[in-house]
Nanobody, 122 residues
Framework: QVQLVESGGGLVQAGGSLRLSCAAS????????MGWFRQAPGKGRDFVTT????????DYAHSVKGRFTISRDNAKNTVYLQMNSLKAEDTAVHYC???????????????WGQGTQVTVSS
């Protein structure tokens, strides 16, 4: 399994921006699809976005489309999540994960980071 470490979370006012990073340990990173999920207190782990191994294909949850952008740098073994126009309902622990192919389903992801807290104050 690939080891994943997220960073970049924090406290931001509504309307603000944050950029999350997820660094991977494996050289095989460039062959893996990546995804971001989030989990708010008392709720399940929800899909946010996914990106193909090459970075050529992305998909987003309806709730974040137009506000969030996923990207990756395979030379740096890192995937990013740029979050703009943040809302209070974006408050959650955000996780990055690796899979063999892009997917909305958390069960398709075999490796997970420890998560980073994003808190948006209204």
């Amino acid at each position: 399994q690939v080891q994943l470490v997220e960073s970049g979370g924090g406290l931001v006012q509504a309307g603000g921006s944050l950029r999350l990073s997820c660094a991977a340990s494996e050289r095989t990173f460039s062959s893996l699809a990546m995804g971001w999920f989030r989990q708010a207190p008392g709720k399940g782990r929800d899909f946010v976005t996914t990106i193909s191994a090459s970075g050529g294909s992305t998909d987003y949850a309806h709730s974040v489309k137009g506000r969030f952008t996923i990207s990756r740098d395979n030379a740096k073994n890192t995937v990013y999540l740029q979050m703009n126009s943040l809302k209070a309902e974006d408050t959650a622990v955000h996780y990055c994960a690796a899979a063999r192919h892009p997917s909305y389903y958390h069960g398709d992801y075999s490796s997970w980071g420890q998560g980073t807290q994003v808190t948006v104050s209204s």
